[in-house]
Nanobody
Framework: EVQLQASGGGSVQAGGSLQLSCKAS????????IGWFRQAPGKEREGVSF????????YYSDSVKGRFTISGDSAEDAVHLQMNSLKPEDTAIYYC???????????????????WGQGTQVTVSS
């Protein structure tokens, strides 16, 4: 059984930094991606970033590009999202996710197997 364990998050003032981590367990190969979605109150869920454990391919949404950095590898089967220059609009619940379809769920394309961890709150005050 695949499980995703998220950690990190919290509250910070605008311009500050936070880090999120997501540790996967139960995958039998590195044929998956791990990353993050977020959902702010009253808004649709947004795919933020992912890293492919097979070849290291990285994706960032335009809203976080240049401010967020994702790291991690298949050896630890985990990713870490360093969030810098945080803005109030980054406030949301962040969800760790994984799929076996090269990150298709980040592009709103269904995947035969996708997995979700618990959400963690990120609050950025102005």
């Amino acid at each position: 059984e695949v499980q995703l364990q998220a950690s990190g998050g919290g509250s910070v003032q605008a311009g500050g930094s936070l880090q999120l981590s997501c540790k996967a367990s139960g995958f039998t190969s590195d044929g998956h991606v791990i990353g993050w979605f977020r959902q702010a109150p009253g808004k649709e869920r947004e795919g933020v970033s992912f890293k492919d454990m097979r070849d290291g391919t990285i994706y960032y949404s335009d809203s976080v590009k240049g401010r967020f950095t994702i790291s991690g590898d298949s050896a630890e089967d985990a990713v870490h999202l360093q969030m810098n220059s945080l803005k109030p609009e980054d406030t949301a619940i962040y969800y760790c996710a994984a799929d076996v379809c090269y990150g298709s769920i980040w592009y709103n394309i269904p995947c035969v197997n996708d997995y979700w961890g618990q959400g963690t709150q990120v609050t950025v005050s102005s």
